[in-house]
C-alpha cells in the first residue's frame, strides 16, 4: 500500500503531494484549515502582499512585501510569475503568497540576490497554477 503519491511538473515547479486521510492523526485534522484560493488576473503593481513558509527549516515564517511586477518569465521554467519584494527564503518555496484578504495568490518559488539585488522574490501566479495542478491532481 502506497503511502502517499507524489506528482511534479519540473516545467512549472510545482508538485502535488496526496497523503491519504487515515494516514493523518485526528488531533492534527482538527487543525488543519484549507486555504482560500484567490485570483492573481487583477493583481496590481503596488499591492500588498505576504509570504508565508518555513524558511531556513526553523519553523512558520512570514514576510510583507509589495508586489513590484506581475507577468514576469524567469529563465528556466515556464510558469507566470509575481514579482514581490517580500523576502522569499530557502523552505519558503511551496508556501503562499497571500493577498491582504488572506486569498492564495501564488505560490513562492525563487528570489534573486547578489549585492547589486535585494528584494526580488517571485511566486507563481495562481491562476496560472491551478490548470497545471489540476492536471497533476487528474
Do not use: C, H, W
Not at 484567490?38 to 519553523?59: C, H, R, T, W, Y
Not at 505560490?107 to 517571485?122: D, P, R, V
Request: charged letters at 15%; hydrophobic letters at 40%; a neutral charge.
Amino acid at each position: 500500500m502506497r503511502r502517499f503519491a507524489r506528482l511534479r511538473n519540473p516545467d512549472y515547479d510545482l508538485a502535488v503531494i496526496a497523503v491519504p486521510l487515515s494516514n493523518i492523526k485526528e488531533e492534527t485534522l482538527g487543525r488543519i484549515k484549507s486555504a482560500k484560493i484567490g485570483s492573481s488576473e487583477n493583481l496590481k503593481v503596488g499591492e500588498q502582499v505576504v509570504a508565508i513558509g518555513n524558511a531556513l527549516g526553523v519553523g512558520q515564517s512570514v514576510t510583507t512585501g509589495i508586489v513590484s511586477a506581475v507577468d514576469r518569465q524567469l529563465s528556466g521554467t515556464e510558469a507566470t510569475m509575481v514579482q514581490t519584494d517580500a523576502a522569499i527564503n530557502p523552505g519558503n518555496s511551496g508556501g503562499a503568497l497571500l493577498n491582504m484578504q488572506g486569498e492564495v495568490i501564488g505560490i513562492n518559488s525563487a528570489k534573486f540576490s547578489s549585492t547589486e539585488i535585494e528584494g526580488m522574490g517571485y511566486a507563481i501566479a495562481i491562476s496560472n497554477a491551478i490548470p497545471v495542478i489540476r492536471q497533476l491532481i487528474n
